[in-house]
T-cell receptor, first 115, second 113 residues
Framework: NAGVTQTPKFQVLKTGQSMTLQCAQDMNHEYMSWYRQDPGMGLRLIHYSVGAGITDQGEVPNGYNVSRSTTEDFPLRLLSAAPSQTSVYFC??????????????FGPGTRLLVL | AQSVTQLGSHVSVSEGALVLLRCNYSSSVPPYLFWYVQYPNQGLQLLLKYTTGATLVKGINGFEAEFKKSETSFHLTKPSAHMSDAAEYFCAGGRTGFQKLVFGTGTRLLVSP
C-alpha cells in the first residue's frame, strides 16, 4: 500500500493564480480531510469528506474548494491564491470519522508559497 | 467550545532523560485523545490514542500517556529520550457528534547529546 500520497511536494504561485493540490489514498477509507499547518497554530481543518459525493467545510474553508468523485481521490482547489494561503497542506484519511477515535493517516504534505 | 492545550512550544532534554510533554483538554464528557508525531519534512503519524478502557496507553517507540479525567490531562511521557525522538508532537481530541478533531499547537522536542 502506498498509503496517502500528495502532489506536488512544493509549489510556488503568484497572487491570483489557481491550482489543485492532489491527494489520493489506497486504503479504501471513507473519511478524508485537508489541513493546513502554520507555525504556532497547529493543524486547522479546511474541508473534509465522509464519503464519495459528500463534502463539508471545516474551520478555515474560505478560498478553497473540494470535491470527492471517488473514494480514492480528494483534490483541494485554490481558486485565487493569496499570500495568506502560504502554508503546508496535509491530506489525511481514516476508515471512519476521527472524532469517534479513528486513527488518521497523513500524507507527506505540500509546501505552498504564494508570492 | 472544545479545545486542546499543549503547554510549551519547545521542550529540551538531554539524551537519556525523561520526556514529558503536556496536553490538557476542555470537555464535560471524556473525549477521544491522540498523540501524533511529525518528523522533519514528513506528515504526522500516530503515536498512541485513548478511546475507552485503560487510562494508561502505550504507544510506539516507548512512549506512553495517561488519561486523567480529574485533571483533564493526557500528558505524553518516555522514560529515556533518544536522539531519534527529536520531532514535533501534537495532541488532538474529539468527541462523537463534534464536527472535527481539534489539534493542539504542537510541542517541538529537542534532544541534546
Amino acid at each position: 500500500n502506498a498509503g496517502v500520497t500528495q502532489t506536488p511536494k512544493f509549489q510556488v504561485l503568484k497572487t491570483g493564480q489557481s491550482m489543485t493540490l492532489q491527494c489520493a489514498q489506497d486504503m479504501n477509507h471513507e473519511y478524508m480531510s485537508w489541513y493546513r499547518q502554520d507555525p504556532g497554530m497547529g493543524l486547522r481543518l479546511i474541508h473534509y469528506s465522509v464519503g464519495a459525493g459528500i463534502t463539508d467545510q471545516g474551520e478555515v474553508p474560505n478560498g478553497y474548494n473540494v470535491s470527492r468523485s471517488t473514494t480514492e481521490d480528494f483534490p483541494l482547489r485554490l481558486l485565487s491564491a493569496a499570500p495568506s494561503q502560504t502554508s503546508v497542506y496535509f491530506c489525511a484519511s481514516s476508515y471512519s470519522i476521527p472524532n469517534a477515535g479513528e486513527t488518521q493517516y497523513f500524507g507527506p504534505g505540500t509546501r505552498l508559497l504564494v508570492l | 467550545a472544545q479545545s486542546v492545550t499543549q503547554l510549551g512550544s519547545h521542550v529540551s532534554v538531554s539524551e537519556g532523560a525523561l520526556v514529558l510533554l503536556r496536553c490538557n483538554y476542555s470537555s464535560s464528557v471524556p473525549p477521544y485523545l491522540f498523540w501524533y508525531v511529525q518528523y522533519p519534512n514528513q506528515g504526522l503519524q500516530l503515536l498512541l490514542k485513548y478511546t475507552t478502557g485503560a487510562t494508561l496507553v502505550k504507544g510506539i517507540n516507548g512512549f506512553e500517556a495517561e488519561f486523567k479525567k480529574s485533571e483533564t490531562s493526557f500528558h505524553l511521557t518516555k522514560p529515556s529520550a533518544h536522539m531519534s525522538d527529536a520531532a514535533e508532537y501534537f495532541c488532538a481530541g474529539g468527541r462523537t457528534g463534534f464536527q472535527k478533531l481539534v489539534f493542539g499547537t504542537g510541542t517541538r522536542l529537542l534532544v541534546s547529546p
